[in-house]
């Protein structure tokens, strides 16, 4: 008999028959869809045209953005892929995967109504105390370092370079 849990990978199905049986209830992405479904979108949805197969619905790929925005994921490709692998891109997208280009066209096209939105999302967050409004920066800067084998000391050169300060310092100091 074994003292471990069995993996049985041979299930039925992989996911449960509703993805919100996955995801917490307190978890943030049922926020953003709460919050994102309260937003009006219409002037976003009249602007979206209806040809050729159905297109996404504004509210999904604005929640997968906003999500993913908040989550550091902030390329269309990654987000693509996180609706594949991630149970709470997946539960935002419904169980869809819109496509990279999808997504990097909406945001593209709509970019002035996002930032009223997002904006939007950000207040009601503040106001009900999910998160406090900060300052993050990562940037690129190289700096040139000084640290090649032919500048560093050893420790023995050190004490020697020690010695000869010292030597040259305290003739000078008041006696």
Known sequence: MSRFILADRDTDYLLPPSLSDWLPEDHF????????????????TKQTRGSGSKAQHPETLLSLLIYGYATGVFSSRKIER?????????????????????????RRRFLPQLEGLFVQVLMLAREMKLFKLGRISLDGTKIKANASKHKALSYGHAEKVEKQLKAEVEPRLPQ
Do not use: G, M, W
Not at 82 to 106: C, E, K, M, Q, V
């Open 82 to 106: 996180a609706s594949y692998d991630s149970i709470a891109f997946r539960y935002l997208a419904a169980n869809t995967h819109p496509d990279h280009d999808t997504l990097a066209r909406f």
């Open 29 to 44: 992405a049922r926020f953003i869809a709460e919050v994102v479904s309260q937003l009006d979108l219409t002037e976003i």
